[in-house]
C-alpha cells in the first residue's frame, strides 16, 4: 500500500502527517513541508492545491529538504500516487502540435535531449507505456512535468508554458527520477 509522510521541518522533524492517497489539499494537515519519507509507491507532490504548480515526482526514499527533490520552496500543497509506475516504456515525440513534424521513439532516458532530438521544443508526445518525467533543462534539472500514458496534443496538456524539454527520464521501480545517474 502507497504511503508517504510530510514534515514541516528539515530532517523529518515538528509536525508531520501520513498521507495514503491522492490527496487534493494538504493544507490542512501541513503549512509548509521541509521533509518527506516515501515509505511506499510514487507519487507526484504539487506547489498548488488541485494537482496544480510545479510538480515534484518522488519514490521510495528519504528526502530531509526540499531540495533533496529538486523542489523550489517549502510549498506542497496537494499530491497524488503515479499509477504505472513500472515498464515496459516506450514515449514518441513530436517537433509540432497535434502529431505533426518529426518524430523521435525512445524506451530509455535522455540525459541530454538534444544529443537526439535537434528541434528546441517538443510540441506533442504519445506515451505509449510506462511513466515518464520531462525536466525542463538537461541533466534532470529545472521543473518537471509527469507524463503518464497517453497522449499529449500540445505541451499544455502536460503542464508546461513552452515546449523546453532538456531532458527525459523514465520512473521506474528501482531509482528515483530526479538523481543524477
Not at 512535468?145 to 523546453?164: P, Q
Request: proline share 3%; aromatic share 14%.
Amino acid at each position: 500500500m502507497e504511503k508517504i509522510v510530510f514534515f514541516e521541518d528539515r530532517d523529518f522533524r515538528g509536525k508531520f502527517y501520513d498521507c495514503k492517497g491522492d490527496s487534493p489539499d494538504l493544507h490542512g494537515f501541513i503549512h509548509r513541508c521541509n521533509s518527506v519519507k516515501v515509505e511506499a509507491g510514487w507519487w507526484v507532490l504539487y506547489e498548488r492545491d488541485n494537482f496544480t504548480g510545479y510538480q515534484y515526482v518522488i519514490g521510495p526514499g528519504e528526502y530531509n529538504e526540499y531540495r533533496h527533490w529538486m523542489g523550489f520552496n517549502d510549498c506542497v500543497r496537494s499530491c497524488r500516487i503515479i499509477k504505472n509506475a513500472i515498464g515496459p516504456y516506450k514515449l514518441k515525440l513530436f517537433d509540432r502540435p497535434n502529431f505533426d513534424g518529426q518524430s523521435l521513439e525512445l524506451t530509455d532516458n535522455m540525459k541530454t535531449v538534444q544529443e537526439k532530438w535537434l528541434r528546441q521544443e517538443v510540441q506533442s508526445c504519445k506515451v505509449l507505456a510506462g511513466s515518464w518525467v520531462f525536466f525542463e533543462h538537461p541533466n534532470f534539472c529545472g521543473r518537471q512535468y509527469l507524463l503518464e500514458k497517453g497522449e499529449y496534443r500540445h505541451h499544455s496538456e502536460w503542464g508546461a508554458l513552452k515546449g523546453n524539454v532538456g531532458s527525459i527520464r523514465r520512473i521506474t521501480e528501482k531509482g528515483n527520477p530526479t538523481s543524477q545517474s
